[in-house]
């Protein structure tokens, strides 16, 4: 193997020249560089859109996230001027709620899981603008604003986990999981907001909306690939199971690992002038 790759090596460089081997290699240790995935680089910088909530710098490094100021921008000017930041919010949650029922309708006719994909769009449509539009309208309220944006997207959580959990695509144990670590993730990102005064809506190339999307391709499998069940040491699991469990334990490394990374990054802060 090291043979043919030095052979390899040397038919290269007799083909493009010295200087343009040397010129090809930089490139690509260039490009190695900018793709670690191990610091959640893949070129970040070239999706991160920060801008300030209030007093709060907002960072947001998912893959949808300059598409969707983009969106944001085009629309805000759109929304009607009789449309508050409340009713929007209410929108939101009443996307979970329809979203919630298509689960649990649409267990029993799979024809009612277009109420989740219309749920999650909805839910994003409320959750996403009701701060835009305050933003863009200059009729902030810091403390109120942050104050229901967080209390209800932990409500539309339980939403979420309750209509999942009593559906009988998941067992509620399982949903209950998802959902305990989900609401970990958020209480993460808060309390950096406490403490550094910075926002992070998403953890690396994932956020709120990228989560929507995965929400979408689930719903979608389960209308074309039905229920099967699997009889696990006495415990009858579905697929979807196994599926929710899956994000699940993914989701809690991610948040072992922001935990460690990040009580790092404050220990090293409070610790400099020992």
């Not at 959640?40 to 070239?46: I, P, V, Y």
Request: aromatic share 14%.
């Amino acid at each position: 193997m090291g043979k043919n790759t030095n052979r390899l090596d040397h038919k290269l460089k007799d083909f493009l020249g010295e200087s343009k081997w040397k010129e090809t290699i930089e490139q690509v240790k260039k490009w190695i560089d900018e793709k670690k995935i191990g610091e959640f680089s893949l070129r970040l910088g070239d999706l991160r859109v920060e801008y300030k909530r209030d007093t709060q710098d907002t960072i947001n490094t998912g893959i949808t996230a300059k598409a969707e100021e983009k969106a944001k921008e085009w629309i805000c000017p759109r929304i009607p001027e009789w449309m508050t930041p409340d009713m929007l919010t209410g929108i939101g949650v009443l996307g979970y709620i329809i979203l919630a029922a298509g689960f649990i309708l649409g267990f029993l006719n799979r024809n009612y899981l277009i109420l989740v994909v219309l749920g999650f769009i909805i839910n994003w449509f409320g959750d996403s603008f009701d701060g835009s539009i305050a933003r863009y309208r200059k009729k902030t309220r810091p403390n109120y604003g942050y104050y229901i944006d967080k209390i209800v997207d932990a409500v539309a959580v339980i939403i979420l986990v309750l209509g999942l959990g009593l559906s009988g695509f998941v067992k509620i144990e399982i949903a209950f999981l998802f959902g305990l670590i989900y609401l970990s993730l958020m209480l993460h990102a808060d309390l950096i907001v406490h403490v550094q005064n910075r926002f992070e809506i998403s953890f690396g190339l994932f956020g709120p909306t990228e989560m929507r999307i995965i929400g979408i391709l689930a719903t979608v499998l389960m209308y074309f690939s039905g229920v099967k069940y699997f009889d696990i040491y006495g415990h009858i699991l579905t697929q979807y199971d196994f599926i929710v469990f899956g994000i699940a334990v993914i989701m809690f490394l991610v948040l072992v690992v922001s935990i460690i990374r990040k009580g790092i990054e404050l220990n090293k802060q409070d610790t400099i002038d020992w």
